[in-house]
């Protein structure tokens, strides 16, 4: 396998990057400019990843310079200029886009052992059917994952993710479909970080252990205190008389249907709606806008991940229809089908 150059003092070293598909593809289709799109935790590998294709295709490269959270984040300019972009640490959305043809997804496969991670998430499962989750940097050990829960006499259950997901057991962002409606009585997420499995426990409104194969942390995920900033950022929108619906340029991300119905809503009830069409939700938008509350249509996470750095709340569109009291019951997870 070839695996993209190591780079000191990165965390490029924990991956597992094949890149022998992209230099085929790129000699195969004699692409005479190639775009690279790395996420930002592999920012610094992406000289490397130009010098190595220079070297073997002859190719011009152009590093996208833009940030990149998932594979619906795409740069559509460098896709415009480009002959074939390289896309790498995510998995392939399948869903049709011409631009989006261009694209080589390369995967980063993320190398952590997570047999003794999973053994010590068994100490705190108590249910004896359990469903699994992870991300696209981990679905590769996922036969690993049912394999020490079955040891441990608990029956491991997977589900396919839905059309924007490609493994089984995988969960985005913005997708939880492989942790839902499932028969089991609790979850185990495999992987980095808290916001996953946050969303699993939400989606599911099961007990969700998380265990994290790079730190060795297990522990079960409590949705209170994100519940709390949430319905707290709702209360801050409360009075506000001007609210921008934004809408994301990202084929992936765009919800212009979706978003036309949050402004008609609001309107409806007595609010000054503008609809924003923009291809980064960037705090000093909102500023020059003048806005007092904004709902967003693109990313899920902008809001439930960021709201700190912004001036005024920003609510996903469920939130907004809480706000509206047109939604009640429980907390409803903004999620894109």
């Not at 991956?15 to 930002?40: N, T």
Request: with cysteine.
């Amino acid at each position: 396998m070839g695996r993209a150059p190591s780079t000191s003092g990165s965390s490029l070293e924990l991956f597992d990057i094949d890149l022998d598909r992209a230099m085929e593809l790129i000699k195969k289709s004699g692409a005479k400019i190639v775009g690279i799109q790395v996420p930002e935790g592999l920012k610094r590998m992406a000289s490397e990843v130009a010098k190595e294709i220079v070297e073997k295709t002859g190719a011009e490269v152009i590093v996208s310079g833009d940030p990149c959270y998932g594979a619906c984040d795409v740069d559509l300019d460098l896709c415009r200029v480009a002959d074939l972009v390289i896309h790498i640490g995510h998995s392939e959305m399948l869903e049709g886009d011409p631009l989006l043809d261009k694209i080589v997804y390369i995967e980063a496969r993320m190398k952590a052992d997570v047999k003794e991670t999973v053994e010590k998430a068994t100490d705190i499962l108590s249910a004896r059917r359990v469903g699994v989750v992870t991300t696209v940097q981990h679905v590769h050990k996922l036969d690993d994952i049912v394999e020490v829960l079955e040891k441990s006499g608990i029956e491991a259950v997977v589900r396919t993710g839905g059309k924007r997901t490609r493994y089984l057991g995988q969960v985005l962002g913005c997708n939880y479909e492989a942790a839902r409606d499932l028969d089991v009585d609790e979850y185990v997420f495999v992987g980095t970080g808290q916001f996953h499995p946050l969303g699993v426990a939400l989606a599911s409104g099961k007990k969700v252990v998380a265990a994290d194969p790079v730190t060795g942390n297990v522990s079960v995920i409590d949705t209170t205190p994100m519940l709390k900033r949430r319905y707290g950022a709702i209360a801050r929108a409360l009075d506000a008389e001007k609210v921008a619906v934004l809408v994301s340029k990202k084929p992936g991300q765009k919800r212009a249907d979706l978003a036309r119905k949050m402004a008609a809503l609001g309107e409806e009830h007595g609010k000054e709606m503008v609809l924003v069409y923009l291809d980064r939700v960037e705090p000093e938008v909102l500023i020059n806008l003048g806005v007092n509350a904004a709902v967003c249509t693109a990313c899920p996470r902008i809001a439930l991940d960021d709201q700190a750095k912004y001036p005024v709340p920003i609510l996903t569109p469920p939130e907004f229809e809480i706000l509206l009291g047109v939604r009640r019951g429980d907390y409803p997870l903004d999620e894109i089908e």
